[in-house]
């Protein structure tokens, strides 16, 4: 950031008065320009004894398989934005059920929240985001081609607690050390997860 | 948003190639300026059979009655930013245990995260924000005085869960007309709440 977005003039970045980390202050109309972490929410599709996943036809991770999941919108709810998510990327029509895994990932400013839901018919098919779109068993998944940590962790626990027949909610984190890819850590509360 | 924040020339507000939805976009270097909503961590600090409750000194709210909550910061966690909260409002030490409640508040933009926490020890006292911090046993919240209802809803439940000995994970929506303080609509997955 390097100008003030309501009046042009060039921002500093300081301490505003008060508070106690740097912000882009307008040096102008003292305007201080407060930055956020942004919400990702997606969802599990299910089916039957199945799940749905996509293919990515997007970088980063191109070819990839991942579950639906994007940035929340303006004035959307994270239950909202689950199943627009689903109708985008898997031209899927999904009733959201429940709260699954909410992830931070701090490294890249984002939580990830992730809810359970249901296909309310078997009919989906690659959206402009996705190469393909297939429903899995467990056994199907492709373990070995997750597109991100933070899915790996959501399918794992979620095909552990469908075996159990307990579904749970979990929070925690996943963090790693820049660009290495196979470092990260994993870290839930109340240890569950792993 | 009238100006770009990279190159300081007027923004128009338009549908970005690929997109659906209004963006402001430079006319000059075609930066797309994306805004999401923004997530407020907080949790309910235990400690015995009591929870530390704040009395607001800032507005909006001056005096009424909330839990340690505020906007998450950028590279931080929303376990590390719910702990922090309480102890700049509170002045308390918390240990956070569980993802309690995830409510979206579409009307302001805000998806509010609250944890379940434990105080380390029995101290504390009014932050900078704060007119008063107290332990408060169910029979003593003033429920006529509480600042949101986000925090009024996940108050309720909390109570109930701790009264029948099991606590839950609850997401869902609250909802109202702008300005009309007495006629929100509170909407959780799966019947929870009330």
């Known amino acids: 950031m390097n100008y003030c977005s309501a009046c042009a003039a060039p921002v500093e970045l300081r301490i ?3 508070d106690n980390l740097p912000r882009h ?7 201080i320009h407060y ?8 969802c599990i599709p299910e089916w039957q004894d199945t799940i749905l996943m996509c293919r990515r036809a997007i970088e980063p991770r191109y070819g990839f398989w991942t579950l639906p999941a994007g940035f929340l919108e303006d004035h959307e709810t994270t239950i909202e934005g689950a199943a627009r998510e689903t109708r985008e990327e898997a031209l ?8 699954y895994t909410l992830i931070n990932l ?5 939580v990830y ?14 959206g402009e ?3 393909e779109v297939r429903l899995c068993r467990e ?3 492709p373990w070995d081609q997750i597109a991100f940590p933070v899915v790996d962790q959501t399918l794992k626990l979620y095909f552990r607690d469908r075996r159990r027949g307990r579904f749970g909610t979990y929070a925690g984190d996943i963090t790693r050390p820049a660009d290495k890819w196979k470092d990260y850590q994993v870290r839930f509360l109340n240890g569950a997860g792993g």
Do not use: H, W, Y
């Not at 202050?25 to 305007?31: A, D, L, P, Q």
């Not at 899927?92 to 709260?99: H, K, N, P, W």
């Not at 929240?113 to 690659?126: A, D, I, K, N, Y």
């Open 16 to 18: 505003p008065e008060g």
């Open 25 to 31: 202050v307008c040096g102008s109309c003292n305007t």
């Open 35 to 42: 930055t956020n972490p942004k919400i990702v929410v997606g």
């Open 92 to 99: 899927a029509d999904v009733e959201i059920s429940e709260l």
């Open 106 to 110: 701090p490294q890249i400013n984002q």
């Open 113 to 126: 929240v992730m809810f359970r839901g249901s296909l309310r018919e078997r009919q989906f098919g690659p």
């Open 129 to 131: 985001e996705s190469l």
């Open 139 to 141: 056994e199907d998944v």
